[in-house]
């Protein structure tokens, strides 16, 4: 793989961290900034708010921009919405910071893909794709704890320096290893994007991505408090759950994409989305008792992100005969579909925290989970209604190989 990609893959594990690091801390930055538990979770609310809005409206306005210059300028507006983060000097000006890092993160994300692909040879896309989406994984794994531990004993804001020094370093990257004349695909227009929404069964789709996701994100988001509220975990410890999760997320990407391509997008989600329901259920009644917590979370690690390639290989086998001229425009909305659903989710589950009490998010996210899996159910009936013609057969056993 090209030392080019690597950068790429590197500007990933930046943005993935600065996205994810804030559940960690959300208990940290509530003391200090002197605001309510569901306050602070509406940071991760306005973050993945400015993803879902950056990456359609953005990518549609830079669309003239050479993807090299573009790269560039997306990692300094990410380095200054982490240093806005680390100077700011009250919730307001950390909620600014949050929106623009997130306007950068959703365009980087729509670029990004098509970027990868261009670097490899043909029959070396799919694996240069999953090498740059693996930046997020790592960010997980790596990043999130890390970021936790260093707001834990630093002060939150060295957490946001932290990052922000991994965008000059990404940036740094970027500048010598990508090339210069790198060909960005015609950029699709903001008409051509919401004609895509238009279509019935792609918003389907975009229902089922954003309850499924958005469901695990009410009880996701109030983690760390309920860790430290509920289970009697330190706040110092907190970072070593978090360490717990992100592996599990590592395995349970690689397992969902796995059942994907076994069992089809479908019956995957089906099974993912029973499994993440029962697990956040189970989150109820094990949340008291440290070791059944963990073992719980590390459950709910390997299917909170196992729908991920079920849902994106189901929204490309849908465009490819909905949409045929728009694959990636439908793609890249069902990126912004998971972002909708965090930014409810949290923004949701900060209201149940307020009126109801921390401990009734993982039962009410179960629900909306139930929810995903109905819309699921609902599709994969349509689906068998109306079947593939032959030639669409064949596109999607290729997409689903990816």
Sequence with gaps: MPLALWALTLSAFAIGTTEFVIVGLIPTIASSLHVSVPSAGLLVSLYALGVAIGAPVLTALTGKVPRKTLLLGLMLLFTAGNLTAWMAPGYAALMAARVLTGLAHGVFFSIGSTIATSLVPKEKAASAIALMFSGLTVALVTGVPLGTFIGQHFG??????AVALLGVIAFAGIALLVPRGIAGSKP????????????????????MTTLGYGGSFIAFTYLAPILEQVAGFSSNSVGLVMLVYGVSV????????????????VRALQIVFALLAGVLFVLDFTAANKIAVLVTVLAWGAVAFGNVPGLQVY????AERD???????ASGLNIAAFNVGIAIGAWGGGLIVAHLGLMHTPWIGALIVIGALALTTLAGWLDRRDPAPQHAVHGERAVAMH
């Design 250 to 265: 590592a395995f349970g990407n690689i397992w969902g994409g796995k059942l994907a391509d076994r069992k089809g997008p």
């Design 315 to 318: 929204v490309v086998q849908r």
């Design 156 to 161: 939150w804001q060295m957490t946001f320096l």
């Design 188 to 207: 699709a227009s903001l008409l051509t994007q919401l004609s895509v929404l238009k279509k019935p069964r792609l918003l389907l789709v975009y229902a």
């Design 323 to 329: 949409a045929p001229g728009a694959v990636d425009v």
